[in-house]
């Protein structure tokens, strides 16, 4: 039976915002370093046995280009663990998506293109008149993992024609593995010898990275992409709906505004961006 291609997609953002609650539940046990580590290890163990690269007989291009792909990936992963570290999971998410909305809207001169920007940024600004505080530190880091995501966007179809199918994020996660390695491994005596973190850990590679990747890309042979940026702008909400559920995060009412300005306006960048 032929999965429709909406659900496909409903279902991988509903995985990468459990990843993400399973992720910081986490922390208790193991730093975000070493839970990004993990993550990123057990997607390349998987994708290895899924997808075989081809390494051999590649141009110098090849290689600086995944390379890069990966470091950025590795590089928005792990500072976007350092954000909801700091931060509540919708919050960072909020922020984190003014990277992809920024790509949408790069370049453009059309009035209603200003339109979504401003809405967007008056609902960060949102964020600085509430009445609690939100940890500065967890709002630069999630802006700067959106800084990232905005690259790891710009970097990901270049490599997907170079690199087919799954090896482009085959490589990229190995890429990744190695270099969270060092400072995953230098805090292993406080959770190494804990099976909870090895299982946790795979099941949020699992859940972060294979499964989302997987159905995006079946979705994508027949989704329009216009309607596929739509749904990805439920980001926010449904990370802050898992976060509520599982972990017991409650956001303000100011936050939720702030929420809802980022999504409308990247469900109408997206659609003027289609047009």
Not at 4 to 17: G, N, Y
Not at 160 to 173: E, I
Not at 255 to 263: D, S, Y
């Amino acid at each position: 039976m032929r999965v429709p291609p909406v659900l496909l997609v409903l279902i991988s953002i509903a995985s990468v915002q459990l990843g993400s609650s399973f992720a910081k539940d986490l922390f208790h046990s193991a730093p975000p370093q070493a839970v990004a580590w993990l993550r990123v290890t057990s997607a390349a163990v998987i994708l290895l046995l899924l997808a075989r690269p081809r390494l051999t007989g590649r141009p110098r291009r090849d290689w600086l280009l995944v390379l890069t792909y990966g470091l950025v990936l590795t590089g928005m992963n792990l500072v976007f663990y350092l954000a909801i570290q700091r931060i509540p999971i919708g919050m960072a998410v909020t922020l984190e998506f003014l990277g992809p909305l920024s790509v949408a809207v790069a370049g453009s001169r059309r009035p209603r293109d200003f339109v979504w920007v401003g809405l967007a940024l008056a609902g960060v600004a949102m964020l600085g008149f509430t009445p609690g505080d939100l940890d500065p530190i967890g709002i630069v880091l999630a802006l700067a993992a959106g800084a990232l995501w905005a690259c790891y966007i710009l970097l990901a179809g270049p490599t997907g024609r170079r690199w087919s199918g799954v090896t482009g994020l085959t490589v990229g996660s190995c890429v990744g593995a190695v270099t969270l390695a060092a400072p995953a491994l230098a805090t292993a005596a406080s959770w190494s010898a804990n099976p909870r973190v090895w299982l946790l850990g795979a099941t949020v590679g699992l859940l972060s990275s294979v499964i989302p990747y997987g159905l995006e890309m079946v979705a994508l042979r027949t989704m329009d992409r216009g309607v596929f940026g739509i749904l990805m702008s439920l980001e926010p909400a449904a990370a802050a709906l898992f976060a509520l559920g599982l972990l017991g995060e409650q956001l303000r009412p100011i936050e939720l505004v702030a929420m809802a300005c980022v999504v409308v306006a990247s469900v109408g960048a997206t659609r003027t961006a289609r047009a």
